[in-house]
């Protein structure tokens, strides 16, 4: 069985920094694109970030290029997301993800197949 499991969520400052992992199984990263999703009180799920192992391709959403960055490590069967210059509205539940195709798929509101339970990122002003 495919299995997500996030960690890293908690309460920072804006300005301030944190740092996901997601630890995958039960699936070759090769054949699947990786990433995280997020979903704040009173608003859609939006794709974050996503990448695929296959060609080292990855997908930013607008709202956090240039602050968050993604990485994998294959051998350690986990994917990272590093933020930086967080802001409040980063407040949200992040989620680990994944599906079959392209890192773009994470640019689609329903492009994930595969959803991990959310860790909660709390950016406070």
């Known amino acids: 069985d495919v299995q997500l499991q996030a960690f890293g969520g908690g309460l920072v400052q804006a300005g301030g920094s944190l740092r996901l992992s997601c630890a995958f199984s039960?699936?070759?990263?090769?054949?699947?694109?990786i990433g995280w999703f997020r979903q704040a009180p009173g608003r859609e799920r939006e794709g974050v970030t996503c990448?695929?192992?296959?060609?080292?391709?990855?997908y930013y959403s607008d709202s956090i290029k240039g602050r968050l960055t993604i990485s994998s490590d294959s051998a350690e069967n986990t994917v990272y997301l590093q933020m930086n210059s967080l802001k409040p509205e980063d407040t949200a539940v992040y989620y680990c993800?994944?599906?079959?195709?392209?890192?773009?798929?994470?640019?689609?509101?329903?492009?994930?197949?595969?959803w991990g339970k959310g860790t909660l990122v709390t950016v406070s002003s």
């Open positions: 993800v994944a599906t079959q195709g392209t890192a773009e798929r994470c640019g689609l509101y329903n492009g994930m197949d595969y």
């Open positions: 039960g699936f070759t990263f090769d054949d699947y694109v």
């Open positions: 990448i695929a192992n296959s060609d080292g391709m990855t």
